[in-house]
């Protein structure tokens, strides 16, 4: 049985998939296989994956596309590793990257949740460090709802992850919620070393909507509501996360004369969190509330645009 068990999931990535597969296929440390799972991908993604001649990838494909938790629990549940790491198709491992976490796991010698550090890169053309600080210094519930790991970074051990996977109800927060009810039961360790490329390109998932920032505050919820995690999670960081998503609701109203929908999205961030989720928060919030009333509003805009032109 191979060490670690590295699973994909991707859709229509053709372009894009080769840089991931060549990464892992590059790493020092060689006793793993790859699970690649396409979720019903419409381009030549089977082609591409299947023109690498290599015993150690596994090619498994949805015919209908159930989302990339499905498609991780299904690389999960195929894979025969002592631990399990995880890999966007849009991502790369730096070629030390399991040998890296292999000896961190002798050294503990304890089944658990191991990450490391990261850069950030855009088309892989430069790299810059993520923010990633250390997690001895936090409590580690507020470590993970502030600063959540991709899963790039992870490796979790077979058993921990028998007990728990994906919750296929929350695309788009399933690696915070999964990362924290491990966290309930089992240790997790920081590796200090960047091993890892988060390469951020014109197509990374992103919908800058209201649609979008309101199923994210009910995710968010779900996620807190947990019986597990209702009594471990820190309010203070979770009230953060909920003034995040307030804050872009009103973000993505902004544009529209709504006043009352507004002022009231903005006390709710503001008093979810008072110092602002981030240093510009407060004052971007303070100006689209004054913009929003009526007669008022237009003033204070065409006063703000008067200065503008005046670089006062």
């Not at 991709?150 to 990362?179: C, F, M, T």
């Amino acid at each position: 049985m191979p060490f670690f068990s590295i699973v994909i999931s991707t859709k229509n990535r053709a372009n894009l998939i080769t840089t991931p597969i060549d990464s892992i296929l590059n790493q020092t440390f060689v006793d793993f296989e790859l699970i690649i799972v396409d979720n019903a991908s419409e381009d030549n993604t089977e082609e591409v994956v299947k023109s690498y001649n290599d015993s150690r990838i596994t090619y498994l494909r949805n015919e209908v596309d159930k989302e990339r938790c499905f498609a991780r629990n299904r690389g999960i549940n195929a894979s025969k590793g002592d631990y399990v790491c995880f890999l966007d198709s849009d991502d790369a491992y730096l070629e030390n990257h399991l040998q890296t976490i292999y000896t961190e796991i002798q050294r503990k010698n304890t089944k658990g949740l191991y990450f490391t550090n990261a850069f950030e890169t855009f088309n892989f053309t430069d790299r810059k460090e993520r923010v990633c600080p250390d997690l001895e210094n936090y409590n580690l519930f507020h470590y993970i709802l502030t600063y959540t790991f991709n899963p790039a970074r992870v490796a979790v051990h077979r058993s921990i992850l028998n007990e728990y996977q994906y919750d296929e109800k929350i695309p788009g927060l399933e690696d915070l919620d999964l990362w924290l009810r491990i966290a309930t039961s089992y240790p997790v360790f920081q590796i200090t070393e960047r091993t890892i490329l988060y390469n951020i390109h014109d197509a990374s998932y992103s919908m800058d909507s209201h649609q979008r920032f309101e199923r994210e505050l009910k995710m968010f919820r779900y996620v807190f509501d947990k019986e597990e995690l209702k009594t471990v999670l820190p309010s203070k960081s979770k009230n953060r996360l909920l003034s995040m998503c307030y804050y872009k609701l009103s973000i993505s109203y902004s544009l529209k004369f709504k006043p009352f929908l507004i002022h009231y999205l903005i006390l709710k961030a503001y008093f979810l969190c008072i110092e602002g989720y981030n240093k510009n928060a407060n004052r971007t919030m303070f100006v689209i509330f004054m913009d929003q009333i009526p007669v008022l509003g237009y003033l204070f805009k065409k006063t703000r645009k008067i200065l503008k032109t005046k670089n006062l």
